[in-house]
């Protein structure tokens, strides 16, 4: 059977009768391994206080995950749903099993039925063919299709991976909910069959839902991945809200310019001291834009009083910008004209990428101009969520948390996940409190027992789909304000631009930029990208380049890869492969790191040949840097050798020029690169785990001969012509087909997407 996970939402009416609540959840017979609790941040004190009580088990896995403002229970508990890792997950109501005797409370904690569609106890069935009215189903002998469940009920959990909870209210949401698992029939789940449960219970469940009135809210669309087939190069068209914004979005639109990208620029609010000729056949003024880097042409919205008029000028502005429709949107959009907004939103469900950049961002955006078309129309195609690790640093946090809060995101949006050790301080518990994160939703985690640093890096973050993204910063990191820049950039080049980018053995993007090779068995050596590239002869020396070393200090990690890390660490630790004390990698000092999550990623990226970006910018400018503070792998020692150490790994950090307010343009520096860009990855430095430049086959070869060192036979993954299928089994099995039968009980733990 599959693990479960409970989701338990706690208002200010159940708090008081938690511990009832909870019990049946607790008992020896459930089959629940964790629950979740969704919780408003003004109730987290009083929760905190049944964590430290003797009444709450501490051989279970309890989290925390914040019920943000406004936010309905019905969204709060399937957004937290969405990032469970367990294969099933049972949605409660406020009240948990509250209505059901204690034996048919027992049965379903202890024998759930796990299927593919929803199951539960109540469910609603609606009327079709134009009649009126919705019908409460209630269990039966035989198993009902219905519409729609309310909770309680059992999900599969993959299947809500990636799912957007509508923001209605809870009938709206459930419904939308079945209507996500809707087959042909119209069935969004089904009432078990078997129990006897008072129709009353499951009455007043549905009464209590339908008594409230349809929002009509529909769910979120989800981006489709544009290839190189798929996509035809089309105009983009740019909505700003003045010529000042203009001026500071210029570096991006000269750099599409000048690579022959057709753009049509519209301003709405022209400057009232200086009027452009108007060209009476349309609705808007026509100028130009002179800036250091380029001429751009502009229309702007001849403005009148009446809203309506406006939009409808800026509509048939869109409808004309070119004889192929522009497909991209780039808008910051002024919130005086919502009837824009509501035709904006109408063109992104039609298919348009809309990219709404905030205003404070727009000056640094130069980097945008180095995407290509089919990057930018793949931009929401990525989800990317934040993972941080804390313990007893609260110091460290803040400073981790505050950079987070000020760097710039463009208008995406990110998750963020604390992952607090059992050992968490009061001060760490005052911040995480607190904390405020406005780009996206917050999800607490806390140990109840203590897991040291390699379970909580490793169970830090999960993928939910291959275009998730995780990454993973740990207390005592600060991260630049460009950083998710150079994730972004990074991201969009090599998994979704031109083929010829995209490679499998990519497992992710360091912030960090090394200054230091860890791994040689003589001890820690000075590292200066750079002036290996240059006395090397290669034809530019602030290339970014790959290598095989996992970042720790700041990095993003692929889903695939991951996933398939999980995997290879379950085997790996079991010891059903080989002896821990036996090493995989020849010749590192990472097979010392007995306790390191590191040591085994890097047997993994060494067995398959994998590799990881690094920035390489000037005087090593970082978007990561590490204040190397006491903690799992920094022990404190005398203060001259701690300062010493700590200038070899602390490096500075990208920040933003110093700027005006008069809305000129500037330069991030990220495009310090080769020709103002990310190179084409055959033309990216591929290093060793020594520092050692070499190349993708070589490496790749290494492995090959290791792997079939180790097994004492041509493995699997080493077949000549196999395609990467990031299944771990592969390195353990010997090849002559599909055989995996001495490592079968990794069948439930490879991940395919």
């Not at 206080?49 to 936010?71: A, H, N, Q, R, Y």
């Not at 000020?406 to 998750?415: P, R, S, T, W």
């Not at 917050?442 to 890096?457: C, E, K, M, N, S």
Request: some cysteine; overall charge negative.
């Amino acid at each position: 059977m599959g693990t479960v996970t409970a989701i338990l939402p706690v208002t200010a009416a159940s708090i008081g009768k938690l511990q009832a609540i909870t019990e049946p959840l607790l008992g020896e017979e459930s089959s629940i391994s964790t629950i979740i609790l969704v919780c408003p941040a003004e109730l987290l004190s009083s929760l905190n206080t049944l964590f430290l009580g003797e009444s709450t088990s501490p051989f279970l896995d309890i989290s925390v995950s914040i019920w943000p403002d406004g936010v309905q229970e019905a969204t709060a508990i399937l957004s937290a749903a969405s990032r469970v890792n367990a294969d099933y997950v049972l949605l409660l109501g406020s009240n948990g099993l509250h209505g059901l005797d204690a034996e048919l409370q027992l049965h379903l904690l202890s024998h759930p039925v796990l299927v593919d569609l929803p199951m539960g106890l109540c469910g609603i069935r609606s009327s079709g063919g134009g009649e009126t009215g919705d019908k409460c189903i209630s269990p039966t002998r035989d198993a009902q299709p219905v519409s729609f469940l309310v909770p309680p009920m059992v999900l599969l959990t993959a299947a809500l991976h990636g799912y957007n909870a509508s923001s209605g209210h809870a009938v709206d949401v459930w419904k939308d909910l079945g209507g996500y698992f809707h087959s042909d029939e119209s069935v969004g789940g089904y009432v078990q069959s078997g129990f006897m449960v008072n129709s009353g219970w499951c009455s007043s469940l549905c009464d209590a839902l339908l008594g409230n009135p349809s929002s009509g809210t529909q769910q979120a669309l989800v981006a489709p991945v544009m290839t190189e087939e798929s996509f035809s190069p089309s105009s983009i068209a740019i909505i700003l809200p003045t010529v000042q914004s203009l001026e500071e979005f210029s570096p991006a639109v000269c750099r599409l310019q000048r690579r022959g990208v057709q753009i049509h620029v519209l301003v709405l609010s022209h400057n009232a001291h200086h009027f452009p000729p108007r060209n009476s056949s349309y609705p808007w003024l026509h100028d130009n834009l002179v800036s250091n880097k380029c001429q751009i042409p502009y229309s702007a919205l001849h403005e009148s009083q009446i809203e309506f008029a406006n939009a409808e000028a800026t509509e048939y502005w869109l409808d004309n910008a070119s004889t192929s429709y522009s497909s991209i949107l780039i808008a910051v959009v002024n919130k005086q004209i919502s009837t824009l907004d509501v035709d904006l939103e109408k063109r992104r469900e039609a298919g348009t990428t809309l990219i709404r950049i905030p205003a404070q961002d727009l000056r640094y955006c130069d980097w945008i101009g180095a995407l290509s078309e089919l990057e930018i129309a793949n931009w929401h195609v990525p989800e990317v969520s934040i993972s941080v690790i804390t313990d007893q640093r609260p110091t460290s946090l803040s400073r981790l948390l505050n950079s987070l809060e000020v760097a710039h995101y463009f208008g995406d949006k990110l998750d963020l996940r604390i992952n607090m050790e059992h050992s968490a301080d009061r001060k760490t518990h005052e911040i995480v409190k607190n904390l405020a994160w406005h780009q996206g939703s917050t999800f607490v985690h806390q140990r109840i027992v203590h897991g040291d640093l390699l379970p909580a890096v490793v169970e830090s973050w999960f993928p939910h789909s291959n275009d998730s993204y995780g990454v993973i910063l740990e207390d005592d990191v600060e991260v630049s304000p460009f950083f998710y820049a150079w994730v972004k950039f990074a991201i969009l080049r090599y998994r979704y631009g031109a083929a010829k980018n995209s490679e499998a053995s990519m497992f992710g993007i360091s912030l960090y930029q090394q200054k230091n090779l860890e791994l040689h068995l003589d001890g820690r050596k000075l590292f200066d990208a750079r002036s290996l590239f240059e006395s090397s002869g290669l034809p530019f020396s602030n290339t970014p380049f790959l290598s095989q070393i996992p970042c720790s200090w700041g990095a993003v990690y692929f889903p695939e890869h991951w996933a398939e890390f999980h995997s290879f660490l379950r085997t790996r630790l079991d010891e059903k492969w080989i002896p821990l004390r036996e090493d995989v990698v020849p010749d590192v000092r990472s097979n010392k790191w007995t306790r390191s999550w590191k040591r085994y990623f890097i047997e993994l990226v060494y067995l398959r040949g994998y590799v990881m970006l690094y920035p390489n910018y000037r005087e090593f400018v970082s978007l990561s840097t590490n204040h190397l503070e006491v903690g799992s792998h920094v022990k404190d020692q005398p203060r001259n050798i701690y300062e010493h150490k700590k200038r070899l790994f602390t490096l500075p950090l990208m920040q933003p020029p110093d700027v005006d307010n008069t809305g000129s343009s500037v330069e991030t520096g990220l495009l310090d690169l080769p020709e103002e860009q990310l190179p084409d990855w055959s033309d990216l430095p591929v290093l060793d785990l020594l520092g050692t430049i070499t190349t993708s086959e070589e490496i790749t070869g290494r492995g090959i001969t290791r792997q079939t060192e180790v097994a004492d036979c041509i493995t699997v993954a080493s077949e000549a012509g196999r395609q990467m299928a990031f299944d771990a089994r592969e390195l353990f099995a010997c090849g002559g087909g599909e055989d995996y039968d001495v490592f079968e009980d990794l069948d439930a733990v490879h991940y395919d997407f």
